[in-house]
């Protein structure tokens, strides 16, 4: 049976009032006075009636206490509390509304914590930067990959305004164009952090919760890296190939016009167009070679490959060229040095290459110096020369495929300028790394390093 505080009071009431007309009753056959009579009953009537408010006063605060409690716990984010329900009132209701409110927030709270969880995983695996903006263009959210782009902590990041994060007006006047005009646009920005970064930013509005702006920062400096150097590629071969070619159609119809009957300059003629066309032809094998490397289709055989043979044999093939010049190729010690396991063929030849471009940019009476040092894990070769040396600033750009420092002294050299970039490729192809040290005016030397036992491919 359902009793409600109302109830509850009328009853402890109506129960008093008997007590009393019972007592009251009983008292004038026990005592004469009646006077002292009323005075008894009406006291033992307020006794009653205390004894009963502090009954019924307790129960409900020690209902509401408990409610209270459980009420607070859950503002302060504290779940799992539970209001318990001893009885059948109005307090009763209370708990129990309490206590669905409770498990219906903590559902929510389970829910809307599942969905961070999502959501931070969607965005830690992006590799595209997210920004989040809301109305005053304040950071409200950010990813792994903004960090990473940017050097940025989200500590020191959230709620601080955009302007003041990247100190970029193109940017945000792209941020307030979207806010204007409430369409989503693209544009792409260069940034410094601290190397010139190129992005395509994809700026999106939003009325949701607070956000104003999205925006998705799509690093696109690799790609347009690689649109530069193929059209550099296309613009150089087309190039060295104009060069050698003009040469041999110029000398060919000086030939049909009527050298060809004069003997000695027909056969200097032919000499010309037979060096460039021996030029062409280096041309194309080093193309073709490094289109093979760099497609992944040659097939790299592994050995053990012995430093000191490697040495040894490089020089020997080269050591004519160098006599010829006054020059001098000596070799350091190779004691201690170990073999590596690598394709012998294409590590004689990146030695080839280092050691004839050192004879080719040498001077005469120049030395030219090969050695190789053992160190933990891996074996260091340094090929170095006292020749004209290299710029500071041409440095960063000697191993890109056609590059040269003097174009028209390498080609008169006969050099195809993909030399050092076929080096590059067979030594990183190798787990290996390659750098030069050079003093314009007093030399170059340049420094592999081999892993002993090369990534599997």
């Not at 009032?17 to 006291?43: E, P």
């Not at 020191?156 to 003041?164: A, K, Q």
């Not at 005009?181 to 601290?194: I, W």
């Not at 006599?323 to 004691?335: F, H, N, R, V």
Request: proline letters at 3%; charged letters at 25%; glycine letters at 8%.
């Amino acid at each position: 049976m359902r009793l409600t505080l109302q109830s509850k009071f009328i009853l402890a009431l109506l129960g008093s009032v008997l007590f009393t007309v019972a007592l009251a009753y009983g008292l004038t056959f026990w005592v004469q006075d009646r006077r002292m009579a009323l005075v008894v009953t009406l006291l033992l009537a307020f006794m009653l009636a205390g004894i009963i408010g502090r009954i019924l006063s307790r129960h409900m605060t020690k209902s509401v206490g408990e409610i209270t409690a459980v009420a607070r716990g859950l503002a302060q984010g504290q779940g799992g509390r539970r209001v318990a329900v001893r009885s059948r009132d109005e307090i009763a209701d209370l708990g129990h509304v309490v206590n669905q409110m409770a498990e219906n927030l903590e559902t929510r709270l389970t829910e809307i914590s599942e969905d961070r969880v999502r959501l931070q995983a969607v965005l830690s695996s992006m590799v595209e930067g997210v920004l989040v903006l809301d109305r005053e263009c304040k950071v409200l959210l950010m990813n792994a990959a903004i960090e990473r782009m940017f050097l940025l902590e989200e500590s020191t990041v959230l709620g601080r305004p955009l302007i003041e994060v990247f100190r970029h007006r193109p940017l945000h006047q792209l941020v307030q164009k979207v806010l204007e005009s409430g369409a989503d646009q693209s544009e792409e920005v260069v940034m410094f952090v601290p190397e010139e970064r190129i992005f395509t930013v994809q700026a999106s509005v939003s009325e949701k919760g607070g956000v104003a702006a999205v925006l998705v920062f799509h690093d696109v400096s690799n790609l347009k890296r690689l649109e530069r150097i193929r059209k550099d590629f296309v613009a150089n071969v087309s190039h060295e190939l104009r060069t050698p070619l003009t040469s041999i159609k110029g000398y060919i119809e000086a030939l049909i016009d009527g050298a060809k009957d004069d003997p000695q300059k027909c056969v200097e003629f032919l000499g010309i167009i037979q060096r460039h066309a021996d030029q062409l032809n280096a041309l194309l094998a080093d193309l073709l070679q490094l289109s093979t490397i760099e497609s992944g289709q040659y097939q790299w055989q592994r050995g053990t490959v012995s430093i000191s043979h490697l040495i040894d044999k490089a020089v020997h093939l080269l050591r004519p060229q160098a006599d010829k010049k006054g020059q001098t190729i000596s070799i350091g010690s190779s004691e201690g040095v170990g073999p590596v396991t690598g394709d012998a063929d294409k590590l004689i030849q990146v030695l080839i290459n280092l050691i004839d471009n050192a004879v080719k940019y040498t001077p005469k009476g120049g030395r030219i110096t090969v050695e190789a040092r053992q160190r933990p894990g891996d074996v260091e070769l340094t090929v170095s020369d006292t020749g004209i040396g290299i710029p500071p600033m041409e440095i960063p750009r000697i191993f890109e495929r056609f590059y040269r420092v003097d174009r028209a002294r390498s080609r008169e050299m006969g050099g195809t300028g993909l030399g050092l970039s076929i080096v590059k490729h067979i030594v990183e192809a190798h787990g290996g790394k390659v750098s030069v040290e050079s003093q314009f005016g007093k030399g170059s030397r340049f420094i592999v390093t081999l892993p002993k036992q090369p990534p599997v491919s």
